[in-house]
């Protein structure tokens, strides 16, 4: 499944993400077709073994089964100096990995003028840049992406939006001043903090510095809850962090190792070229 989290304080946002990913693989089903005349189930194209009337053809088709896991997932992506995007759910949008989408996006908002655009403004430039590259005609399943970061430009004010993609279909949903947004996996969480759940929790006077901690908290609560009980995992791996400040902007506080370096490289082209 996934654990995405956004603190949005008076200082600043702190977006958190795990790299848990389940890797799927595809088997024919094994079906059974009904006699109509009898009832008796039974194996396709085949004589009924009560009545002896020859069974209808099943329909072909293939289910899905979690076959190996990964620690690596990339689900929390810098936008631009005021915006994050976290991405939750299935790892694919339409026919390609979910982290391609989000790279074309941002190229996306490169080339159209959108590139300094403030987080308000990402979900309807996420709406535009859907509908004009028609990236999600074969979207399969369900997928949340929240945009986080500073409303607008002059304004220390947090901003998060969580959009849910269903089978091809966008909604979106509540926005987010002071508070949590938390998506995915976190019915154990709410449970914890009781009342109205997380996005209650009082953080909005937060330093910026316990809003990490406690995004921290959060999540490494739920992976422990994940790996300790008898189920299989939704969340783990490694946690990446990042705060976005109205006047700094956005930086890295934890990130996987390898996507900061061919951050590196790539932050060392582009400089060059400029």
């Not at 990490?212 to 908290?217: Q, R």
Request: with cysteine; hydrophobic share 40%; proline share 4%.
């Amino acid at each position: 499944m996934s654990l995405g989290i956004a603190v949005l304080t008076e200082e600043g946002v702190v977006v958190a993400a795990e790299s848990l990913g389940t890797l799927l693989s595809q088997e024919k089903a094994e079906i059974s077709s009904k006699c109509k005349k009898c009832g008796q189930e039974g194996r396709p194209n085949l004589a009924c073994t009560k009545c002896g009337e020859v069974l209808g053809p099943a329909p072909d088709f293939t289910r899905q089964f979690p076959a190996t896991h990964t620690f690596h997932c990339q689900k929390l992506f810098r936008v631009n100096r005021s915006c994050a995007l976290i991405v939750v759910g299935n790892p694919s949008l339409g026919e390609m990995k979910a982290q391609h989408v989000v790279f074309a996006f941002i190229n996306w908002l490169e080339q159209n003028d959108h590139a300094e655009d403030y987080a308000e403004q990402m979900p309807t430039n996420w709406d535009a840049f859907c509908s004009e590259a028609k990236t999600l005609a074969k979207h399969k399943g369900n997928t949340e992406i929240v945009f986080a970061g500073i409303k607008a430009k002059g304004s220390p004010a947090p901003f998060a939006q969580s959009i849910t993609i269903n089978n091809g279909k966008i909604k979106a949903g509540s926005v987010s001043a002071y508070g949590v947004l938390a998506v995915g996996v976190h019915e154990i969480l709410d449970k914890m903090f009781g009342g109205g759940g997380i996005k209650q929790y009082p953080v909005k006077e937060f330093p910026l510095q316990d809003a990490v901690e406690f995004a921290e908290f959060i999540m490494q609560t739920q992976i422990g809850i994940d790996k300790y009980t008898a189920r299989l995992p939704r969340v783990g791996g490694e946690i990446d962090v990042a705060v976005i400040h109205p006047n700094h902007g956005f930086a890295w506080v934890r990130q996987k190792e390898l996507q900061a370096i061919m951050e590196e490289q790539a932050n060392k082209a582009l400089n060059r070229t400029a």
